[in-house]
Nanobody
Framework: QVQLVESGGGLVQAGGSLRLSCAAS????????LGWFRQAPGKEREFVAA????????YYADSVKGRFTISRDNAGNTVWLQMNSLKPEDTAVYYC????WGLGSKSANEYDYWGQGTQVTVSS
């Protein structure tokens, strides 16, 4: 079992920045791929970014490319999402997820463990 806890969400004005963190505990290690998803009110959960267990592969949704950056520590226990140039449409609950197969994926179905989420609100 892996437990994931997100932090760093909050209220920010459009154009601002936030850095989300996700701390993993339990059967952790660098073999897990880690990803970020988000869900806005009335919408389905959508992929944001992911990084393979090795860190050599990263994936981004088109809507956040060039604005968001995913990174992780060498131990694989913490993953961050640096969000710059935030827009009101980025408002959502952001979830961290872990994929035990380690490859990383844009599909939520590939992830085995999920955090509780952290709210990000971007005002116009």
């Amino acid at each position: 079992q892996v437990q994931l806890v997100e932090s760093g969400g909050g209220l920010v004005q459009a154009g601002g920045s936030l850095r989300l963190s996700c701390a993993a505990s339990g059967r952790t290690g660098s073999s897990y791929a880690l990803g970020w998803f988000r869900q806005a009110p009335g919408k389905e959960r959508e992929f944001v970014a992911a990084m393979s267990w090795s860190g050599s592969n990263t994936y981004y949704a088109d809507s956040v490319k060039g604005r968001f950056t995913i990174s992780r520590d060498n131990a694989g226990n913490t993953v961050w999402l640096q969000m710059n140039s935030l827009k009101p449409e980025d408002t959502a609950v952001y979830y961290c997820a872990a994929d035990r197969w380690g490859l990383g994926s844009k599909s939520a179905n590939e992830y085995d463990y999920w955090g509780q989420g952290t709210q990000v609100t971007v005002s116009s």
